[in-house]
């Protein structure tokens, strides 16, 4: 599979997670480079990326932004420099461990005939692993809605974990995009669609942060519904 694959990872205090993550990807049977996107976690995350990039030249990079910007604005960050650099497919993941690295190499392989590529729980052989009942019923209402009101298709509209192809996400107007946050996915998801994207997806098995804090708030809540309430408006006027 010719070309360059970029695997964006952004981290808000990640401190335990990123070392151990970065070695899993630079491992994998794909050739990958990582660009870690930090926003100066107060744990120092910022600064471990920093040593990984200084132990890996032209395979590990960093991003530094000044505070927490939300993980949405961080995927578009990524995304352009992505663009700006040549790559021709971008994988995004959580530094978490919650997104299987393994998946990788099959989601990368079947961008070949699709322009995204979901790592899927909720596709026949995916599920969670870990997650207490309201957990599951906030992803599968935030699903539901989100097919219902923007039309979506896909059955996993609300994971990050994803392959993309560049020539796809340069067909869809990053500038134009409102999420901040974790809803920042339906959005993406909304424009391939609309452009025309094929889009797949691979099961995962999602497993709960082990280690670290979740950053998921009220506010994400929030943004999330005035995202699929504002998108059902503009799938009538487009
Ligand atoms: N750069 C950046 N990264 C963020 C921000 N918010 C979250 N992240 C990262 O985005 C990823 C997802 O955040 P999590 O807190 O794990 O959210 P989640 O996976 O939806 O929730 P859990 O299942 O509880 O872990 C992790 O790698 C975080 O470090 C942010 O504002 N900026
Ligand atoms: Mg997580």
């Not at 790592?119 to 599968?140: A, D, F, H, Q």
């Amino acid at each position: 599979m010719p070309g360059k694959n970029l695997i964006i990872v952004p981290t808000y205090n990640e401190a335990e997670n990123l070392r151990p993550l970065v070695q899993r990807l630079l491992a994998l049977k794909s050739p990958v480079s990582v660009l870690v996107i930090d926003d100066n976690s107060p744990d120092g995350t910022g600064k471990i990326a920093e040593e990984l990039a200084g132990e890996n030249p032209g395979r590990v990079f960093v991003k530094h932004r000044s505070g927490k910007l939300g993980l949405g604005t961080a995927h578009r960050d990524g995304f352009r420099w992505a663009m700006t650099n040549g790559y021709d497919r971008v994988v995004t993941m959580d530094a978490d461990f919650s997104h299987p690295p393994e998946v990788i190499p099959e989601m990368l392989s079947r961008l070949e005939s699709a322009g995204i590529v979901i790592g899927s729980r909720y596709v026949p052989g995916g599920r969670t692993e870990g997650w207490p009942l309201k957990r599951k019923i906030n992803s599968w209402t935030a699903n539901f809605l989100a097919r219902l009101f923007m039309g979506l298709k896909a059955k996993d509209c609300t994971g990050a974990f994803r392959a993309y192809r560049v020539e796809w996400l340069q067909k869809i107007p990053l500038e134009k995009m409102r999420a901040r946050g974790y809803s920042a996915h339906l959005e993406v998801l909304f424009y391939l669609e609309k452009a025309g994207a094929r889009v797949e997806e691979v099961p995962i098995v999602f497993t709960e942060r082990k280690r670290g804090r979740s950053k998921i708030s009220f506010r994400e809540i929030r943004e999330a519904l005035g995202i699929i309430f504002f998108y059902l408006f503009q799938r009538f006027r487009c």
